[in-house]
């Protein structure tokens, strides 16, 4: 079955850490381009982070550039988010995403279920 | 970055009706454009993208147009399980942006 299964959210302290881990499966993982979109309780869609099949180019949103690193293992079929410096306003659930093709970057037409990450004291 | 908006914000229908929700854009994305779908508590789901094609296993009421900075998502005959709300994306400049949204509720 094509899927992805994201895991790790959890509540943090502001300038905490935490890291979240998408597990794929049903497609050849490495072929593609993978992002993270986030949603804050009951607003919009916002990108986050995306990164190239091979792992060599990420991309970052303005707003966590510089605290928030993706990775991926693609001997595990396993996409990472490494947020440090959490703010309130990290709050949201995260999903990962896989775009339709392998050269349709931008479009996301598999998503996770989604994992909430809450930042507060 | 290219700011979406989206209207109305809200659009109260009933089953059978047409819905006809439109997305512009703060300046031209070509037809680099999505539509999504997202019921509460569920990930958003792919209905059309380059402004008119639909994606996999999306049915026929579900149907996009436009291009430059003006685009429409209309669904032909609501049906029951449409009752949702509806986002646009762009893909045209880096980074992907998402419009706020228009939620379709029953009348």
């Known amino acids: 079955e094509v899927q992805l299964v994201e895991s790790g959210g959890g509540l943090v302290q502001p300038g905490g850490s935490l890291r979240l881990s998408c597990a794929a499966s049903?497609?050849?993982?490495?072929?593609?381009?993978m992002s993270w979109v986030r949603q804050a309780p009951g607003k919009g869609l916002e990108w986050v982070s995306a990164?190239?099949?091979?792992?060599?180019?990420?991309y970052y949103a303005d707003s966590v550039k510089g605290r928030f690193t993706i990775s991926r293992d693609n001997s595990k079929n396993t996409l990472y988010l490494q947020m440090n410096s959490l703010r309130a306003e990290d709050t949201a659930v995260y999903y990962c995403?896989?775009?339709?093709?392998?050269?349709?970057?931008?479009?996301?037409?598999?998503w996770g279920r989604g994992t909430l990450v809450t930042v507060s004291s | 970055e290219i700011v979406l908006t989206q209207s109305p914000a809200t659009l109260s229908l009933s089953p059978g009706e047409r819905a006809t929700l439109s997305c512009r854009a703060s300046?031209?994305?070509?037809?680099?454009l999505a539509w999504y779908q997202q019921k509460p508590g569920q990930a958003p789901r792919l209905l059309i993208y380059?402004?008119?094609n639909r994606a996999t296993g999306i049915p026929a009421r579900f149907s996009g147009s436009g291009s430059g900075t003006d685009f429409t998502l209309t669904i032909s005959s609501l049906e029951p399980e449409d009752f949702a709300v509806y986002y646009c994306?762009?893909?045209?400049?880096?980074?992907?942006?998402f419009g706020p949204g228009t939620k379709v509720d029953i009348k």
């Open positions: 995403a896989k775009p339709p093709t392998t050269v349709t970057t931008w479009y996301f037409d598999l």
């Open positions: 049903g497609f050849t993982f490495s072929s593609y381009a």
């Open positions: 990164i190239s099949g091979s792992g060599g180019s990420t």
């Open positions: 300046q031209s994305v070509s037809s680099y």
């Open positions: 380059d402004a008119s």
């Open positions: 994306q762009q893909r045209s400049n880096w980074p992907p942006t």
